[in-house]
């Protein structure tokens, strides 16, 4: 069964959803999360056996890292190390250790679709440890970036959002752009599971490939989501 992964520590109920997640990836300082609540995500992880990774943002607090700050790379850089040694450190001291690296939310579209943003992470992801992987949209130029500085990666697809035909995911901004119906999630992950056609909100359908599926726990009816998804995969 392809694994699921979503980002906790960011406030929500990161507990109910734990016994359907092969990996996490925790916030760490930039859009949400503390030393207490980093130490608790990965607590929860390590009770579950789940995967533990680094969730870094844009510095942005009051806007939950959803919009765009414009950076140098290696200002980008520096948030990212800051952040992934922040989560690091805590794991480390319940003797954990990282598994991968996945930007949040503006960062992490940014890095879709922009070279230097795309650089700058994953350079500063191999610096930290080459062993990391770099967790990225399906086919994105994160994917490529992370390629090229000899990182392993993970392409990652969504059973909450809704895509564009070029792949992209569609703004939450965009009426449509979540997909809160648990059984509509369950056929997209399906769909993405056996490389199936997806449909975009934009017209048309599209294959994306899917090493890992994410949901969000800050989706409206989260866990319903998650069951009926794991569900789906797990009828083969």
């Known amino acids: 069964m392809i694994e699921l992964n979503a980002d906790i520590g960011e406030g929500c109920d990161d507990a109910s959803l734990m016994p359907y997640l092969a990996r996490v990836s925790i916030a760490c300082g930039g859009h949400a999360g503390d030393a207490a609540s980093m130490t608790a995500a990965l607590r929860l992880a390590e009770e579950y056996g789940a995967a533990v990774g680094a969730h870094p943002s844009y510095p942005d607090r009051a806007r939950f890292g959803r919009r765009a700050l414009v950076a140098s790379e290696a200002e980008i850089a520096a948030w990212v190390t800051q952040q992934v040694e922040a989560l690091a450190e805590q794991a480390a001291r319940l003797g954990l250790r990282l598994a991968h690296v996945k930007p949040h939310g503006a960062l992490y579209n940014a890095a879709a ?3 230097q943003v795309a650089r700058a992470i994953a350079r500063a992801t191999a610096a930290l440890d080459s062993a990391l992987m770099l967790v990225g949209l399906s086919g994105s130029q994160l994917i490529a970036a992370g390629r090229a500085a000899g990182l392993p990666v993970l392409n990652e697809a969504f059973a909450d959002r809704r895509y564009r035909a070029d792949g992209q995911l569609v703004s939450r901004e965009t009426p449509g752009a979540l997909i809160a119906s648990p059984g509509m999630a369950a056929q ?3 769909a993405l599971a ?4 997806v449909s975009a909100l934009d017209g048309g359908a599209i294959r994306v490939r899917a ?3 994410c949901l969000h726990s800050d989706t409206p009816g989260a866990l319903k989501i998650a069951q009926a998804v794991h569900a789906a995969l797990n009828r083969g």
């Open 194 to 197: 056996h490389d199936g056609p």
């Open 211 to 213: 090493d890992t599926i």
């Open 188 to 190: 997209q992950a399906r």
């Open 113 to 115: 679709q922009d070279e």
